[in-house]
Every structure is written in structure tokens, then in C-alpha cells.
């Protein structure tokens, strides 16, 4: 009987020694080839110039005014949709990071966002605004929290499916959010701005006769600065804590961790609360803050958006700053171009969505094949390099052909 070396024929192995430029290059090809594309989709399918189908994706964020100057409004709506996305995925990255696949952001944002409105319509209005800001807060936080804390529970303890867990309790939040909306519109046709008049339980913003500025008297100003802070907070407790210590041993090997005297459960209970907390304070933020009011879309579609800047900037906080930016770019831009004068009967909001394909497609390779490398080996090859580990391994049954 003779042993055989098996061998693969296509073999992924990690990348390592890649200069500043081979990332680049990395990059770079793979978008230049999705641009390309997107240039002739809109060329077929439009049917008209895709040069100024693309002069309209850049106006939907970059629109110059008569006045000669760019519109704050649309600078506003990017700036808000690209928080919202960033704090999202700043929300879920410490799951992924533990390989905790928490796939619920949405649930747990309009669980948030149901608290927060539920506190301004049933506290008094007698009661300090900022107090009552403060106690929507606390509630969205919590809410969001225990929320996701239920499925860290059965995970930590019976190993269940997260990703099937959390992707339940989304559509359960929903309805729930639906239910709540319906009760109190009673007879009216939608539920509409929350205290409009008496502006009970809105965030705080620069009044424009303390400070006239269009960025400092928007509601954008203060999360930007929440959301920045919260991307160097981020870093800080993966790099130089404990707690971030203990989820990446966690996530890179379990066997480890409980070498080390790891507790794991408490690791994944922590970790999932500390992710719907996030969660919840972005529902805050966008009844009492963006829209006030609450609605199914009051997580503004990112709930599993979010989960595609985690993966595509590698869970690097900074660079889902980009990443974030990016997709709200050509998600406006493609609204604007539905919009637009240059909308073709074959050309409208979802089928530019092709664009945001081929960008994040493009992206994805990227990130892969600059981490990873294939390697084929051919029929040939594999059948001299048998005869080489033979030799080089002295397999047991050469040993017992030389004794």
C-alpha cells in the first residue's frame, strides 16, 4: 500500500511584505475597471451622454447654486446620512470584531427610536427639556441594549444562531414600531413631527441669534462631532484596553481565551449590549434630532448597509469614515439622477443602484486580494512536487521501502 501526498490545486494563502504603493494598486484597477463599467451601463441603458449622468451623481451632493456657491441643504443631507451610516457601523464593528454576528442594527436602532418617542409623548410637558432629553436618551440606550442583549443570552449559553437571532427580532421591531405608529395617529393619515409646536424633547441646537452659520445652526453639527468622537473612542478601547484585548483574543481563537483565563460568555454578553447601546443612542438621535418622529425607516435603510463598511474597511473606525462617505455619495447621487432632467424611461433611482454594485464589488475584491493571494497549481507541478515531499518528508511508506 502506498501513501499519496494530496495536493490542492487552488490554495488561498495570507498576503504579507506589501509597500505603501501595492495597496494602492490594489485599489486603484479595481475601481478604475468598476468606474468603466458604470460609464457603459449608463451609456446602454440611458441611452444618452454618461458624462453627464455622472456630472448629476456628483450634484447630488456637490450642487452648485445660481448664487455661484454649494447648496447647504445638500451638504446637510449627505452629512446626516453619512453619520447615521458611521455610527451604525461603528455600533456593529465590536461584534464582527469577536465574530459575533450580530446582523440586527435595525432592530435595535428602531427599538431606540421607539423609546425616544414614546418618552416625549407620555412625559410632562412641564417637565425641563433638557431633562426630558436626557431621560430619551438613557431609555434608547437601554432599550437598545437589552434588546440585543437577549440574543448575546442564547448564544453565551446554548450556542444558537446569532445571525438567524438578531435577523428575526428586526422584522419583530418593526412591527412593533408599526403597531405603536398606529395607535397614536389614531385617525390622521401619518404621525407626523413629534411637539412641533412646543418642541418638547428636541436636541438642542445653536439658536441663529447667538451664532448665524447654516453648518453650526443645523441639526448635524453636534452628531458630527459625537460621531468623530466616537471613532477615536473606538479606537482607543480596541488598542488600549482590557476589554479590547479580550474580544479580539476571543474572536481570533475561543481555545486561546479560555487558555488565558478569559471568561468568553461574559466577553460575547458585554460585547452585544455594548453594540445595541450604540444602536439605540442613533434612534435617539434620529426622532429627537433628524426627523422627529419615529417610522420604519427611522435607521434611514442602513441597518444591513452598515454591515458592508465593517467588512469593507476591515473594522477600522477611520476608514469607515470613507467608506460611509462613499456610499452616501453615490446613494444621493443616484436619487439626483433619477431626479434630473437626464432620467430615461430605462434609467431611475434603482437601477443607478448598479453603480453602488460595481463600486462595492470592486471595493470587496480590493480588500481581499490585498490581504489574501490565490495560488494554482497545475496538474504538472503537482505531480513533481509529490515526487519532492516523498523525498524531503520520508513518508512511512518509503521508510518501510528502505528498511
Known sequence: MTNT????????????????????KAYFFPLLLACILSVLFLLIVGRKNPFTAIRYIFEGTFYITDAGVLSSSRLLTFGKNAIVLLWIALSLAPCY????WNIGGQGQVLIGSLLTATCRIYLPSTMPNALAVLISAVAA???????????????????????????????????LVQLATNIWRGTKSSLGQLNISSRFGWFYQIPQTAMKNTFLNS???????????????RFVYIKFTKHGYERTVVGESLSTARYTGINVRHVIRRT?????LLCGL???LSVSNFNHTVSTISDFGYGFTAVIVCWLSNFNPFAMI??????????????NLSDSQYAAPYLNEYSTQ??????????????????????????????????????????????????
Open 272 to 276: 452585544a449590549a455594548l453594540s445595541g
Open 354 to 403: 448598479f453603480i453602488i454594485f460595481a463600486i462595492i464589488l470592486a471595493l470587496m475584491r480590493a480588500t481581499f486580494f490585498l490581504h489574501y493571494e490565490i495560488k494554482i497549481a497545475l496538474p504538472g507541478h503537482s505531480k513533481r512536487r509529490k515526487k519532492r515531499l516523498t523525498k524531503g518528508l520520508l513518508l512511512p511508506s518509503a521508510v518501510k521501502e528502505a528498511r
Open 322 to 335: 470613507g467608506y460611509s462617505s462613499l456610499l452616501v455619495f453615490f446613494e444621493r447621487g443616484a436619487k
Open 97 to 100: 470584531k469577536r465574530r459575533y
Open 141 to 175: 440606550a437601554i432599550g437598545g441594549a437589552l434588546w440585543s442583549y437577549i440574543p448575546a443570552i442564547f448564544k453565551a449559553k446554548w450556542n444558537t444562531n446569532e445571525t438567524l437571532f438578531t435577523l428575526r427580532r428586526n422584522y419583530l421591531a418593526l412591527l
Open 219 to 233: 441639526n448635524v453639527f453636534f452628531p458630527l462631532i459625537f460621531v468623530l468622537l466616537l471613532c477615536v473612542l
Open 5 to 24: 501526498v494530496k495536493t490542492k490545486i487552488v490554495r488561498v494563502s495570507k498576503r504579507s511584505g506589501l509597500t505603501f504603493f501595492d495597496k494602492r
Open 282 to 284: 442613533i434612534g435617539f
